[in-house]
């Protein structure tokens, strides 16, 4: 979603391990077993403590502040105290204010980043708080929150969702003979343009500018686990996949810098013009309109071989909370398809994480938005459906493994199955979910 | 050996008087180098001025860039082609720079005059007086400056919400009140202290507190502005443990508040660049202050009286 | 002599003594406890003996990782301890302009990372500024991909460190030549020495005290080193992870909050004993030669 967070990630992660020192480590919740229905039907009251995500800004806030004082004005004697994290350092944020027991009344988490808190009896189960939800929220994105291993319930409403679609340069593309119609929409079709292209110019243009992922082998349908949480996708057919990179690389279509390219290294190498085709949301016009605006005019989006990607953001509610009515009807109205469809509409290229929605914010948006950016949005609205999340299981540490070990295949350096079968044997050596 | 020195002339002096920056054949003064070495000197810093100021460069360009600047074209481009200083008006309206920049400040300062003193009354007594446990202090101190910095977050976070100093200022000031290595800097600043020097001045009957301002502080004083020097540009920069620490927006330094510039939709390369510029201009005035006194003990002539 | 209460040292080292014993001894002792547990955050932990320090003893990326630091700190000693220290006799004469040039020579080293990290891909891009200037030169006839190479991309890291430290040590350096008297240089002048005897003679031993401090610094940090390796790897440590430091490693492996930190605190405990080594050298030369030093 954005380049600058591998980078930054970098120095916030540093002390997550930190973080979990001392007392943190037992963090054991009193009240966490405080579940069941919670009574939404009284008059509320007190104070709930609201956290977003880098979401204080210009762009934001006038948004944020209507939306509390129209909650505020419904329920007079209820306060909601608006704070925000910045981008950089949340999961250490989140882990500092899990361990001390102070974590907000309603905060927005990520599926992956909702796993432990869930795991230590952090968040309220909303499925079991408030009965009958599920049939307002986009399914997958309320899958992404239910299927918690060793846990049943549902531990956030979906928020806003993201996914991906492909971006071309035809600017590049276009004098060795391709055009929007004969793009392709495989990732084999795509390896073999980039072949193609690479030798037709000299090396010049390249198309592939990413690593094959674990996002690679579920869009294609590989499996990534069995029934027990086991990693499973060490087969012929990831094998393959792995190999027509590696042919790719060897043929030039890939900067070699690409080998070690982190998650948004492909976007940056696009946005520099070194390369004509990445993956990206369709806020990603946004980055090219401010950051390589004579890029925009010759990019279009076509949809994401495969399966696309579901990037899913919720509201959740503390277990620990004092005032769960409050924060419980604040997360739900925060939630609810009027306000969702509103953000959305500012938060261009995202999706809202209700059951419908979509219609509205595509037209809404359409109007005074960029063409590119429009035509890529209603490119994922459609995809949407189909869009498929990354299980919580995969955590980052696996990600970081499995793109060294990808590299030294793709480099050719070792087989592609040597090398699924160590991201295999690493992954399930160290698995979170046990 | 320095501090019976009480030269006379001070090398400002000489530069100032006869306004001439090199030695003409023959000349006596051996100090001042010849013209042939003073061009190879300023080609030489020139040199080495070039290879440091790229990144500078690309980020002022890149703040001055305006809507219709590609930013990250290949090779990059340093000359704006949309010039514009709009984006440091921008930066000042979507954060409040002024007053995190004053927050910051009021750590850096404080930070910077505790190390000081601190570490000047620590290295003083580590590198000048021999008393029981010494191997210790000097262990625990040395030991410490090899943790990996990362492990003492979270323990310092607990540490600082149990005395009721989370969400404040204080708790962003007080673990670093006091760094091993500046101990350590003085220390060696100090050892090079004549022994003779401080036994005369203990005949005299000159107590420790007396040593110590008027024999020790002028001689470490170049090394004491280095150690300030690090420890506000180490304060200033300082990110995870402030937003560790603080809770509200309100009470953010600057580094915490310029990461809001990084939203998660669209972050604007120019503001953040244009941020980072504000961001500079405290440490390179501190720096320009700062280094002036690296001269000064050995030029006033340490031992007054 | 004794001149002092036997308290008055005490008092004096006392703050800074209290200090780091709260804010970094006893966080070490956590650690040092968390490294035989299976801890991760949120979770109990359960005690699992030496399990975690087994693993550290066949793992393979933590190998890398340790010749990794091992290569930084052999090469990173001897540069860092001499280049700054001619740099500061650089910037030391009291020329027009000279603290500008001192001022802007500390900036690399309080650049921002994002921003070195653009630059210096730049430089070392397979279609960067280096290898067009090698292509143009006819040294190399096919771009080199400095980056995605084990030993390459070390050796770009360490130059790295290299112009980051410069500036930080020439500080250091200059702090302590303050303290050589112009007398000794003058007088060595007198005697027919020239510019290297001279440094020979008595700028290096003057500043003596001062090099072996860097050098405890550099070998220190040089163990320690993350920054340099991240920013050119793009955080992955090159193909295979070959290029991890020890303190990328622990980031990868405790990270986030289902990291594992038993593991990541094995391998502090891990690093901080292979940084005792290094230091325990330098001050092993120090002792040898003290009886020349007269401070």
Not at chain 1, 303 to 317: C, I, T, W
């Given at each position: 979603m954005k380049l600058s967070t591998r980078l930054g990630k970098a120095a916030a992660l540093a002390a997550a391990g930190a973080l979990a020192l001392s007392g943190c480590t037992?963090?054991?919740?009193?009240?966490?077993?405080?579940?069941?229905?919670?009574?939404?039907t009284g008059e509320l009251s007190g104070t709930v403590k609201f956290q977003t995500w880098s979401l204080k800004n210009e762009k934001f806030t006038p948004y944020f502040e209507d939306l509390i004082a129209a909650f505020e004005e419904e329920h007079p004697d209820v306060t909601i105290e608006w704070i925000d994290q910045p981008g950089e350092g949340y999961q250490d944020k989140i882990l500092s204010q899990a361990g001390s027991g102070t974590l907000p009344d309603v905060l927005n988490l990520p599926p992956d980043i909702a796993f432990p808190l869930v795991q230590a009896g952090q968040l309220l189960d909303l499925a079991e708080a408030?009965?009958?939800?599920?049939?307002?929220?986009n399914a997958g994105a309320w899958d992404a929150y239910s299927r918690f291993t060793g846990t049943e319930g549902t531990y956030g409403l979906p928020w806003y969702l993201g996914s991906d679609v492909s971006w071309w340069d035809l600017g590049k593309l276009g004098p060795y003979g391709v055009t929007q119609a004969d793009l392709p929409t495989t990732v084999d079709g795509w390896l073999d343009l980039a072949e193609q292209v690479a030798a037709e110019s000299d090396g010049e243009v390249m198309l592939v500018s990413s690593m094959p992922t674990v996002d690679v082998f579920l869009a294609n349908g590989i499996?990534?686990?069995?029934e027990d949480g086991a990693?499973?996708?060490?087969t012929p057919e990831a094998a393959a996949l792995v190999q027509s990179y590696a042919d790719a690389y060897a043929a030039g279509?890939?900067?070699?810098e690409a080998l070690t390219g982190s998650y948004a290294g492909n976007a940056q190498m696009y946005l520099q013009g070194q390369v004509a085709y990445t993956s990206g949301g369709p806020g990603f016009a946004g980055d090219l309109a401010t950051q390589a605006p004579s890029l925009l005019e010759t990019s279009v989006a076509t949809p994401r071989a495969g399966v696309p990607p579901l990037y899913v953001q919720g509201l959740n509610v503390a277990s620990?909370?004092?005032n769960k009515p409050a924060a419980l009807a604040f997360a739900e109205y925060v939630t609810n398809q009027e306000n969702q469809v509103a953000f959305t509409t500012l938060a261009a290229g995202f999706a809202p994480?209700?059951?419908?929605?979509a219609d509205e914010v595509a037209a809404a948006v359409a109007?005074?938005?960029?063409p590119a950016q429009a035509a890529a949005l209603n490119v994922m609205f459609d995809a949407l459906g189909g869009a498929q999340a990354m299980p919580?299981?995969?955590?980052s540490a696996m990600t970081d493994y499995a793109s060294q070990q990808l590299a030294l295949a793709v480099r050719g350096d070792v087989t592609a199955q040597e090398a699924l079968d160590d991201v295999v044997a690493y992954a399930n050596e160290n698995r979170i979910d046990q | 050996m320095t501090l019976t020195t009480d030269r006379p002339e001070t090398r400002e002096a000489q530069t100032v008087r006869k306004g001439q920056h090199f030695r003409r054949?023959?000349?006596?003064?051996?100090t001042r180098p010849t013209l042939l070495g003073l061009v190879l000197r300023y080609a030489l810093l020139i040199a080495v001025f070039a290879l440091v100021i790229g990144p500078f460069l690309w980020q002022l360009s890149t703040s001055l860039?305006?809507?219709?600047?590609?930013?990250?074209?290949f090779p990059p481009n340093?000359?704006?082609?949309?010039?514009?200083?709009?984006n440091y008006s921008t930066v000042t309206d979507v954060v409040p720079v002024y007053r995190y920049a004053w927050h910051s400040l009021l750590v850096a300062t404080g930070s910077v005059a505790t190390n000081v003193v601190l570490s000047v009354l620590g290295g003083y007594a580590l590198a000048c007086m021999r008393f029981r446990g010494k191997l210790i202090a000097l262990g625990v101190l040395l030991s410490t400056m090899?943790?990996?910095?990362?492990?003492t977050v979270t323990s310092n976070l607990l540490t600082i919400n149990a005395l009721g100093l989370g969400n404040t200022l204080w708790g962003v000031f007080l673990p670093g009140a006091i760094g091993a290595m500046n101990v350590l800097l003085i220390a060696t600043a100090c050892r090079m202290i004549p022994k003779d020097v401080l036994d005369a001045a203990t005949i005299d009957g000159a107590t420790t507190w007396q040593r110590i301002r008027h024999l020790v502080w002028p001689n470490v004083r170049g090394m004491a502005s280095v150690v300030a020097i690090f420890t506000f540009i180490g304060a200033w920069d300082d990110y995870l443990w402030p937003l560790m620490v603080l809770t509200e927006p309100d009470n953010y330094t600057l580094t915490v508040g310029m990461?809001?510039?990084?939203?998660?939709?669209?972050?604007d390369p120019r503001l953040i660049a244009a941020g980072t510029m504000v961001a500079l201009i405290p440490i390179v005035v501190v720096f320009s202050v700062m280094?002036?006194?690296?001269f000064k003990g050995v030029q006033e002539g340490a031992v007054k009286g | 002599m004794r001149s002092h209460k036997w308290f008055t040292p005490w008092l004096l080292i006392g703050p800074a003594v209290v200090w780091v014993l709260v804010f970094s001894f006893w966080p070490f002792i956590n650690t040092v406890i968390l490294s035989f547990t299976d801890a991760r955050p949120l979770r109990p932990a359960e005690p699992v003996g030496l399990a975690q320090y087994e693993r550290l003893l066949t793992d393979e990326q933590f190998r890398y990782a340790l010749i990794t630091c091992l290569v930084y700190v052999v090469v990173c000693v001897p540069l860092l301890t001499i280049l700054p220290l001619l740099l500061a006799l650089l910037v030391?004469?009291?020329?027009?302009?000279i603290a500008f040039f001192r001022t802007t020579f500390y900036f690399p080293v309080v650049a921002s990372a994002v921003v070195v990290a653009l630059i210096w891909t730049w430089v070392f891009?397979?279609?960067g500024v280096l290898n067009q200037a090698l292509e143009w030169m006819g040294i190399v006839d096919k771009p080199i991909?400095?980056?995605?190479d084990r030993w390459w991309l070390l050796a770009c890291a360490i130059l790295l460190t290299v112009w980051k430290g410069l500036g930080f040590y020439m500080v250091v350096y200059l702090a302590a030549l303050g303290?050589?008297?112009?007398e000794l240089h003058e007088a060595a002048m007198m005697d027919g020495a020239g510019p290297f005897r001279r440094f020979r003679d008595v700028t290096i031993p003057a500043v003596r005290g001062a090099m072996l401090l860097v050098s405890a610094l550099i070998a220190v940090s040089a163990m320690r080193v993350f920054t340099e390796l991240d920013i050119l790897s793009n955080g992955t440590g090159g193909p295979g992870g070959y290029d991890m430091s020890i303190v990328m490693l622990i980031r990868q492996v405790g990270?986030?909050?289902?990291?594992?930190l038993g593991y990541a605190a094995a391998l502090s405990v891990a690093l901080f004993l292979l940084t005792v080594l290094p230091l325990a050298a330098i001050a092993f030369m120090n002792r040898e030669k003290k009886t020349k030093v007269p401070a």
């Amino acid at each position: 979603m954005k380049l600058s967070t591998r980078l930054g990630k970098a120095a916030a992660l540093a002390a997550a391990g930190a973080l979990a020192l001392s007392g943190c480590t037992g963090g054991g919740v009193e009240d966490a077993s405080d579940g069941g229905p919670v009574d939404l039907t009284g008059e509320l009251s007190g104070t709930v403590k609201f956290q977003t995500w880098s979401l204080k800004n210009e762009k934001f806030t006038p948004y944020f502040e209507d939306l509390i004082a129209a909650f505020e004005e419904e329920h007079p004697d209820v306060t909601i105290e608006w704070i925000d994290q910045p981008g950089e350092g949340y999961q250490d944020k989140i882990l500092s204010q899990a361990g001390s027991g102070t974590l907000p009344d309603v905060l927005n988490l990520p599926p992956d980043i909702a796993f432990p808190l869930v795991q230590a009896g952090q968040l309220l189960d909303l499925a079991e708080a408030h009965p009958g939800l599920d049939a307002q929220y986009n399914a997958g994105a309320w899958d992404a929150y239910s299927r918690f291993t060793g846990t049943e319930g549902t531990y956030g409403l979906p928020w806003y969702l993201g996914s991906d679609v492909s971006w071309w340069d035809l600017g590049k593309l276009g004098p060795y003979g391709v055009t929007q119609a004969d793009l392709p929409t495989t990732v084999d079709g795509w390896l073999d343009l980039a072949e193609q292209v690479a030798a037709e110019s000299d090396g010049e243009v390249m198309l592939v500018s990413s690593m094959p992922t674990v996002d690679v082998f579920l869009a294609n349908g590989i499996e990534l686990m069995d029934e027990d949480g086991a990693f499973v996708f060490n087969t012929p057919e990831a094998a393959a996949l792995v190999q027509s990179y590696a042919d790719a690389y060897a043929a030039g279509a890939m900067p070699a810098e690409a080998l070690t390219g982190s998650y948004a290294g492909n976007a940056q190498m696009y946005l520099q013009g070194q390369v004509a085709y990445t993956s990206g949301g369709p806020g990603f016009a946004g980055d090219l309109a401010t950051q390589a605006p004579s890029l925009l005019e010759t990019s279009v989006a076509t949809p994401r071989a495969g399966v696309p990607p579901l990037y899913v953001q919720g509201l959740n509610v503390a277990s620990t909370s004092e005032n769960k009515p409050a924060a419980l009807a604040f997360a739900e109205y925060v939630t609810n398809q009027e306000n969702q469809v509103a953000f959305t509409t500012l938060a261009a290229g995202f999706a809202p994480g209700t059951a419908e929605g979509a219609d509205e914010v595509a037209a809404a948006v359409a109007a005074d938005m960029d063409p590119a950016q429009a035509a890529a949005l209603n490119v994922m609205f459609d995809a949407l459906g189909g869009a498929q999340a990354m299980p919580f299981q995969w955590t980052s540490a696996m990600t970081d493994y499995a793109s060294q070990q990808l590299a030294l295949a793709v480099r050719g350096d070792v087989t592609a199955q040597e090398a699924l079968d160590d991201v295999v044997a690493y992954a399930n050596e160290n698995r979170i979910d046990q | 050996m320095t501090l019976t020195t009480d030269r006379p002339e001070t090398r400002e002096a000489q530069t100032v008087r006869k306004g001439q920056h090199f030695r003409r054949r023959g000349s006596s003064d051996f100090t001042r180098p010849t013209l042939l070495g003073l061009v190879l000197r300023y080609a030489l810093l020139i040199a080495v001025f070039a290879l440091v100021i790229g990144p500078f460069l690309w980020q002022l360009s890149t703040s001055l860039k305006g809507p219709a600047d590609d930013l990250y074209s290949f090779p990059p481009n340093l000359i704006p082609q949309d010039p514009t200083v709009g984006n440091y008006s921008t930066v000042t309206d979507v954060v409040p720079v002024y007053r995190y920049a004053w927050h910051s400040l009021l750590v850096a300062t404080g930070s910077v005059a505790t190390n000081v003193v601190l570490s000047v009354l620590g290295g003083y007594a580590l590198a000048c007086m021999r008393f029981r446990g010494k191997l210790i202090a000097l262990g625990v101190l040395l030991s410490t400056m090899l943790l990996p910095a990362e492990v003492t977050v979270t323990s310092n976070l607990l540490t600082i919400n149990a005395l009721g100093l989370g969400n404040t200022l204080w708790g962003v000031f007080l673990p670093g009140a006091i760094g091993a290595m500046n101990v350590l800097l003085i220390a060696t600043a100090c050892r090079m202290i004549p022994k003779d020097v401080l036994d005369a001045a203990t005949i005299d009957g000159a107590t420790t507190w007396q040593r110590i301002r008027h024999l020790v502080w002028p001689n470490v004083r170049g090394m004491a502005s280095v150690v300030a020097i690090f420890t506000f540009i180490g304060a200033w920069d300082d990110y995870l443990w402030p937003l560790m620490v603080l809770t509200e927006p309100d009470n953010y330094t600057l580094t915490v508040g310029m990461a809001y510039l990084n939203s998660n939709f669209s972050p604007d390369p120019r503001l953040i660049a244009a941020g980072t510029m504000v961001a500079l201009i405290p440490i390179v005035v501190v720096f320009s202050v700062m280094q002036r006194y690296f001269f000064k003990g050995v030029q006033e002539g340490a031992v007054k009286g | 002599m004794r001149s002092h209460k036997w308290f008055t040292p005490w008092l004096l080292i006392g703050p800074a003594v209290v200090w780091v014993l709260v804010f970094s001894f006893w966080p070490f002792i956590n650690t040092v406890i968390l490294s035989f547990t299976d801890a991760r955050p949120l979770r109990p932990a359960e005690p699992v003996g030496l399990a975690q320090y087994e693993r550290l003893l066949t793992d393979e990326q933590f190998r890398y990782a340790l010749i990794t630091c091992l290569v930084y700190v052999v090469v990173c000693v001897p540069l860092l301890t001499i280049l700054p220290l001619l740099l500061a006799l650089l910037v030391e004469k009291q020329i027009p302009g000279i603290a500008f040039f001192r001022t802007t020579f500390y900036f690399p080293v309080v650049a921002s990372a994002v921003v070195v990290a653009l630059i210096w891909t730049w430089v070392f891009d397979s279609r960067g500024v280096l290898n067009q200037a090698l292509e143009w030169m006819g040294i190399v006839d096919k771009p080199i991909a400095f980056l995605v190479d084990r030993w390459w991309l070390l050796a770009c890291a360490i130059l790295l460190t290299v112009w980051k430290g410069l500036g930080f040590y020439m500080v250091v350096y200059l702090a302590a030549l303050g303290n050589v008297g112009k007398e000794l240089h003058e007088a060595a002048m007198m005697d027919g020495a020239g510019p290297f005897r001279r440094f020979r003679d008595v700028t290096i031993p003057a500043v003596r005290g001062a090099m072996l401090l860097v050098s405890a610094l550099i070998a220190v940090s040089a163990m320690r080193v993350f920054t340099e390796l991240d920013i050119l790897s793009n955080g992955t440590g090159g193909p295979g992870g070959y290029d991890m430091s020890i303190v990328m490693l622990i980031r990868q492996v405790g990270s986030g909050l289902s990291g594992n930190l038993g593991y990541a605190a094995a391998l502090s405990v891990a690093l901080f004993l292979l940084t005792v080594l290094p230091l325990a050298a330098i001050a092993f030369m120090n002792r040898e030669k003290k009886t020349k030093v007269p401070a």
